[in-house]
């Protein structure tokens, strides 16, 4: 085993398979490892170059890996699914991996550390708590739209809807549906104290986050963007510019040039959905409600000549860009230190 060099290892629940070859990049081994196997495997390896796609538990199994003294890189699964032969399976896979790892122009993710990974939890089950229950907010007003209850739309109207349900005496809405509202109801409410509880948790990770903190300067990003963006970006030098951080958000043009002609279309949304989603909501509210928004004479030419839309996702991209900045730079938002 002195022989190898590079190792693409494809990760799956149980079954791993393992790809590797020596420095002349001739196959020195194929094996199948069952998940309990694997660190004993890489225990008794010389230290060498081990490719991963960046794929579920693929950061976990990277930190284990780097621990043992090897040099561990993860791959976006797009790019590796370039150098797939023919036929997709494990095999095919992990050759694909070991082959992509040591390309010169191949562009790796950056490993994420444990606490990272909490903070992107918090998140992630933030996320889900806020899906669930605009699910069943929307599924209340549908069921009292059946017995004539209408009401405006907006997360603060639904007290009133509440009210209706909780109300014994209230006539209009049936024992029996009744009962069954108010098991939506019950849950709404759970749901609700459940994501306080997790925003509290997000607030305390960005106080004790210096990264955090600093990303909170800019206008209109708060904890909810700063810690998303903080926990996400292990490494801002992975950019080369501010440019191309918004462009791996999917907040550039979607381009289809050929022939040297330039066709551009949408965005690209490509990268982070969650981050993209975040920073774009906060530009509308920039627009909607920002007193400073509305002096702002780049803002304003971008209104007079653009849909709002538009400017929204142009402002998303300018935060991400300053957000780039101040994280390379270890630096304040110098406007909101002019401002204080």
């Known amino acids: 085993m002195g022989d190898i060099t590079t190792i693409?290892?494809?990760?799956?629940?149980s079954v791993f398979q393992v790809h590797a070859v020596d420095e002349m990049g001739s196959v020195v081994m194929r094996k199948r490892l069952r998940r309990s196997q694997v660190l004993a495997f890489f225990a008794e390896i010389p230290p060498c170059l081990i490719g991963l796609e960046a794929c579920a538990t693929a950061h976990h199994w990277a930190r284990e890996l780097i621990a043992l003294g090897h040099e561990t890189r993860l791959m976006p699964p797009n790019y590796v699914k370039a150098y797939v032969k023919r036929n997709?399976?494990?095999v095919a896979d992990a050759e694909a991996i070991c082959e992509a790892v040591r390309r010169p122009s191949m562009r790796f993710v950056p490993i994420k550390t444990?606490?990272?990974?909490?903070?992107?939890m918090m998140h992630r089950a933030r996320d889900l708590l806020v899906r669930q229950r605009t699910?069943?907010?929307n599924a209340l007003r549908g069921h009292r739209a059946e017995f004539g209850l209408i009401e405006a739309q907006g997360l603060h109207k639904v007290?009133?809807?509440?009210?209706?349900?909780?109300?014994?005496?209230d006539g209009r809405v049936p024992d029996i549906a009744r009962q069954v509202l108010q098991v939506m109801?019950?849950?709404?409410?759970?749901?609700?104290v459940r994501i306080v509880g997790l925003e509290k948790q997000v607030l305390a990770w960005h106080k004790s986050n210096p990264v955090s903190q600093r990303l909170a300067t800019i206008t209109g990003i708060g904890p909810i963007i700063a810690t998303a963006i903080a926990a996400t970006v292990a490494d801002p030098n992975t950019f080369r510019s501010g440019r191309e951080f918004a462009a791996w958000l999917g907040l550039v043009p979607r381009q289809n040039s050929t022939g040297g002609k330039a066709r551009l279309g949408g965005i690209s949304k490509r990268g982070d959905s969650y981050l993209r989603r975040l920073l774009v909501n906060s530009a509308h509210t920039v627009l909607l409600c920002?007193?400073?928004a509305k002096t702002n004479p780049w803002l304003t030419s971008l209104l007079s000549r653009k849909p709002r839309l538009v400017a929204a996702v142009a402002l998303a991209n300018k935060k991400a860009r300053v957000a780039w900045a101040l994280m390379s730079r270890q630096d304040t938002y110098r406007h909101a230190a002019a401002t204080a």
């Open 135 to 137: 699910m069943l907010v």
């Open 185 to 192: 109801v019950h849950h709404i409410e759970d749901i609700q």
């Open 290 to 292: 920002s007193k400073q």
């Open 159 to 169: 007290a009133k809807l509440i009210a209706i349900v909780t109300n014994e005496n």
């Open 114 to 120: 444990a606490e990272q990974q909490s903070a992107l």
């Open 8 to 13: 693409g290892l494809d990760l799956a629940k």
């Open 88 to 90: 997709k399976h494990d």
